[in-house]
């Protein structure tokens, strides 16, 4: 009986144990692509690095790096090797530092370098807990990578990258964080712009991008559709160096984000766009943007945004009126809009007569639908004519309309 149980034992832990190790964490990856080149490094995809890192791109033709084909100014060989046309450096020196969030158990980088190269891993009382080497590599097509990964109960604060000089590069960093409680992220994109476009004239349009939730959201990307018969695509400006446009196909703009921290932490992208002076009046050119996201919970997190209204016009008008639906029964007040981007703030106020202070009702979120319910009490309303304002934050969206309080 005692063997049968310790075979049982073993059993259960040869079968526990991978299923332990196979749960993945939150990772974090670093792959520099689209940045403009010699741009300053200073926060991306939530780490913070030190003086001298740039980011690099291969297409600049900077460097001996395999762009566009084997590196014909460098006499048809090519030195050092990246994954896609983005990567990292340390100018004017041979070494540099990573601070790393809280949380970080391990991380890994690609390496392409022509003299040895160390990396060093430091807990936050700037202990080494973790190095590794990586060997002069160029010449041989490959990028070599390393991982530290942090003894148990410990966690890596700072990573530093040091050679004789300042010729190597890094991609594809990756590292893992153990967070203390996992809670999900709550993602809202939302689209602003105006109703009417005029033909022949700049129209800008801005997104935003919220994180409402109690957990972290770790990358996101965001795919916009454009009438490219109707618009041209000027430029997009990103309120943050981690947000940047991956890919523009015809008819479709994507970008990229870093990390966006928890409760309320936001991105905004500003696109322009030339209408084109042919388009014809009338026509609608809104599209609805899609999200995919993930955080520690998941790795499909998906959303939309609003809906825009904008047609191409002729009138002076930039913005059409909204009017919520506002029904009364008895001493109660119900009113609902719809339009809104799924999850971004609402304030409601009524505005009383007389010029009246506004008297505040709440700041609520749209539903999964971009609609807005409630119920306001008239009972200690006093009797006039009131306007009822619904504002969407981010959009910026107006509904109003007047409602009645009678005489009692």
Sequence with gaps: MYRYLVILLMVWL?????????????????????????????????????????FGDVRSGRYNAPYPGACPDFGGM??????????????????????LPPGVVSFGVAVSTSDLVAVTAFAADGTVIATASVFANTFTGRLDRVTLTAPTNRTIKTIEISGLRDTWLIDDVEYAVVPTTVRPARVTLAQRIVDVARSGELLTLDLVLE????????????????DETTLVLLDVR?????????????GLITIRTGPLAAERDLVTMTIRFQVRVDAPVGMAIGREARLSYR?????????????PRTVIGLGSELTHRRTPEI???????????EGFAPGEPVGIWYNPPDGAPPV?????????DGRVSGTLSLRDVPAGTYTLVLYSHHSQQTFVDEFVVGAR
């Design 78 to 99: 090519c030195a050092f090797t990246l994954n896609g046309n983005g990567f990292a450096r340390v100018s004017g020196s041979g070494s540099g530092r990573i601070i």
């Design 327 to 337: 029904t009364i029964a008895g001493q109660t007040l119900t009113y609902a809009a």
């Design 211 to 226: 994180n409402y939730g109690r957990g972290p959201m770790m990358a996101a990307t965001i795919e916009l559709p454009f």
């Design 295 to 307: 955080d520690g919970v998941t790795e499909f997190g998906r959303g939309r945004s609003n809906l």
């Design 360 to 368: 505040t009702v709440t700041t609520v979120r749209a539903d999964g």
């Design 14 to 54: 040869s079968c526990s144990v991978p299923i332990a190790a196979a749960q993945s964490l939150p990772t974090f990856t670093l792959d520099f692509e689209g940045f403009a080149d010699n741009l300053a490094i200073n926060t991306y995809a939530g780490a913070v690095f030190g003086d001298g890192w740039r």
């Design 238 to 250: 990103t309120s943050r160096v981690d947000v940047w446009v991956s890919e523009v196909k015809p």
